[in-house]
């Protein structure tokens, strides 16, 4: 069975400053992706950044980004400059192929990280 | 581009009645994914579509859960009769074909069984 752990359950950070969301994983497949989701408090899922588990370069989308170790099984989510509008609870999440086909559109998600940024 | 729309936002009812929850997919998009999320058990698959056929429904908690998609443009999750654990956010997704593609998300829609 595939899970993602997150470890922080809340997380705080002040305005401007970086922050490092952990996420580890746990599964035995090797061909697999991993993305990082943001729920703020309107409920909306919206997708931040993506990793491709064959690809050694981290994924970067402008503020955000990824520290993949694939051996360590750990995808942590690295904030920049951090804003007000960053506050939101954040999913790790995990998406793998199998060769029956069996695993499709299987997103596992993590328990999520609350992440406030003070003014 | 218009995302994926769900209706509705909110829907408070009484245990017993019928509850139909609706979502339109991306155009173009061929997956349409059911998500169910709760404190508990945090976001779980209900069910999923491809090309408006239900591929894997091992999620629905019960019989009482059944969702449609009677064309491209739009699916129903539809609860029958609802009971007080039902009560949770409703996600619908879609995706283009390809199992790594990205799900997008609506905006969800917040069920009260009272």
């Known amino acids: 069975a595939q899970t993602v752990t997150q470890s922080q359950p809340e997380m705080s950070v002040q305005e401007a400053e970086t922050v490092t969301l952990s996420c580890t994983y746990d599964t035995s497949e090797n061909n697999y992706y991993l993305f990082w989701y943001k729920q703020p408090p309107s409920r909306q899922m919206i997708l931040v950044i993506r990793q491709e588990a064959y690809k050694q370069q981290n994924a970067t989308e402008n503020r955000f980004s990824v520290n993949f170790q694939k051996a360590a099984k750990s995808f942590s989510l690295k904030i920049s400059d951090s804003q007000l509008g960053d506050t939101a609870m954040y999913f790790c999440?995990?998406?793998?192929?199998?060769?029956?086909?069996?695993?499709?559109?299987?997103?596992?998600f993590g328990q999520g990280t609350i992440l406030t940024v003070h003014p | 581009d218009a995302g994926v729309i769900q209706s509705p936002r909110h829907e408070v009812t009484e245990m017993g009645q019928e509850v139909t929850l609706r979502c339109k997919p991306i155009s173009g998009h061929d997956y349409l994914f059911w998500y169910r999320q709760t404190m508990m058990r945090g976001l779980e698959l209900l069910i999923y579509?491809?090309?408006?056929?239900?591929?894997?429904d091992s999620g629905m908690p019960e019989d009482r859960f059944s969702a449609k998609m009677p064309n491209a443009s739009f699916s129903t999750l539809k609860i029958q009769p609802s009971e007080p654990r039902d009560s949770a956010v409703y996600f619908c997704?879609?995706?283009?074909?390809?199992?790594?593609?990205?799900?997008?998300f609506g905006d969800g829609t917040r069920l009260s069984i009272l």
């Open positions: 997704a879609s995706s283009l074909s390809g199992w790594n593609q990205p799900q997008h």
């Open positions: 999440a995990f998406i793998y192929s199998n060769a029956g086909g069996t695993s499709y559109g299987k997103l596992t």
């Open positions: 579509f491809n090309n408006n056929v239900p591929i894997d």
